[in-house]
């Protein structure tokens, strides 16, 4: 019997794709978002395919309001939707003399507008369901960001929103914030030996964050049926509230 179906964005590699996974481990039907790379959005339905559980991806632009609401209808169709999680995003490191205004736009687009406009689609939805919300930070929107104000600031505009829709959803659907620090990704993999090595010995438990462990904390989140706009730093330690 399934869970319900989950909509995910960004769930073609990386993070969403390992929500994905185990969201299908957990018994729901997974509509996941990826940005028309055919070959990505495969492999996360064959990683998924052992669960028995429906799995489609969905080619959406997160700046396209036409093609995410596309996506909740995708959803629909498969069944009564009682789980979204925005994990989609973007980075581009950018020291403030060299933001451009497109920097800006698209950072928030993604971050902030595209969580607001599906919650807003879904949320007769998630009521219907009594159903939750994550979407998916960092922990450099709780402290600031190394990367710059572009991500920075739209990161914590993604906690406010969070808080936000809380208050306006309660009591029927829950909304919380996942923020975590560095994980173990291809991004990650991307950055030099020494850089790694700082940020691992800045971390308390010696070491970067797996997929599987963000992926597992945020199901667990969307289980909670006591908890909202609450946000969880998931970072080996390096900020601690």
Same mark, same amino acid.
């Given at each position: 019997m399934?869970?319900g =179906?989950?909509?995910?964005?960004?769930?073609?590699?990386?993070?969403?794709?390992?929500i994905?996974? $185990?969201? +299908? #481990?957990?018994?729901?039907?997974?509509?996941?978002?990826h940005?028309?790379?055919?070959?990505?959005? *495969?492999?996360?339905?064959? $990683?998924?395919a052992?669960t028995? #559980?429906t799995?489609?991806?969905?080619a959406?632009?997160?700046?396209?309001?036409?093609?995410?609401?596309a996506? *909740?209808?995708?959803?629909?169709?498969?069944? @009564?939707?009682? =789980?979204?999680?925005?994990?989609?995003?973007?980075? #581009?490191?950018a +020291?403030l003399?060299?933001?451009?205004?497109?920097?800006?736009?698209?950072?928030?687009a993604?971050?902030?507008?595209?969580?607001m406009?599906?919650?807003?689609?879904?949320?007769?939805?998630?009521?219907?369901?009594?159903?939750?919300?994550?979407?998916?930070?960092?922990?450099?929107?709780v402290v600031?960001?190394?990367?710059g +104000?572009? %991500?920075?600031?739209?990161?914590?505009?993604?906690?406010?929103?969070?808080?936000?829709l809380?208050r $306006?959803?309660?009591?029927?659907?829950?909304?919380?914030?996942?923020?975590?620090?560095p994980? !173990?990704? !291809?991004?990650?993999? +991307?950055?030099? !030996?020494?850089?790694?090595?700082?940020?691992?010995?800045?971390? @308390?438990?010696?070491?970067?964050?797996?997929?599987? $462990?963000?992926?597992?904390?945020?199901? !667990?989140?969307?289980?909670?049926? %006591?908890?909202t706009?609450?946000?969880?730093?998931?970072?080996?330690g #390096?900020?601690?509230?």
């Amino acid at each position: 019997m399934s869970a319900g =179906v989950a909509v995910v964005t960004g769930g073609s590699r990386g993070i969403g794709r390992a929500i994905v996974t $185990e969201a +299908a #481990r957990r018994g729901f039907d997974v509509v996941f978002s990826h940005r028309g790379r055919g070959s990505d959005s *495969a492999e996360t339905v064959a $990683e998924s395919a052992a669960t028995g #559980r429906t799995v489609v991806g969905v080619a959406a632009d997160m700046q396209d309001a036409a093609q995410l609401a596309a996506l *909740a209808a995708a959803a629909r169709e498969i069944g @009564p939707v009682s =789980v979204l999680i925005t994990c989609a995003g973007l980075l #581009r490191h950018a +020291a403030l003399k060299d933001i451009t205004d497109e920097d800006w736009r698209e950072a928030f687009a993604v971050h902030v507008t595209a969580p607001m406009l599906l919650a807003r689609e879904l949320a007769p939805d998630l009521a219907a369901t009594n159903g939750a919300i994550l979407n998916v930070s960092s922990d450099g929107g709780v402290v600031g960001s190394v990367h710059g +104000a572009p %991500y920075g600031a739209s990161k914590a505009g993604t906690i406010g929103l969070s808080h936000t829709l809380a208050r $306006e959803l309660a009591p029927r659907v829950r909304v919380n914030t996942l923020a975590p620090g560095p994980i !173990d990704t !291809d991004m990650w993999a +991307a950055v030099d !030996d020494a850089a790694r090595r700082k940020v691992e010995d800045a971390t @308390p438990l010696g070491r970067v964050g797996t997929k599987g $462990e963000i992926a597992r904390a945020a199901l !667990d989140i969307c289980s909670w049926t %006591y908890v909202t706009g609450q946000t969880l730093v998931v970072n080996g330690g #390096r900020v601690m509230q």
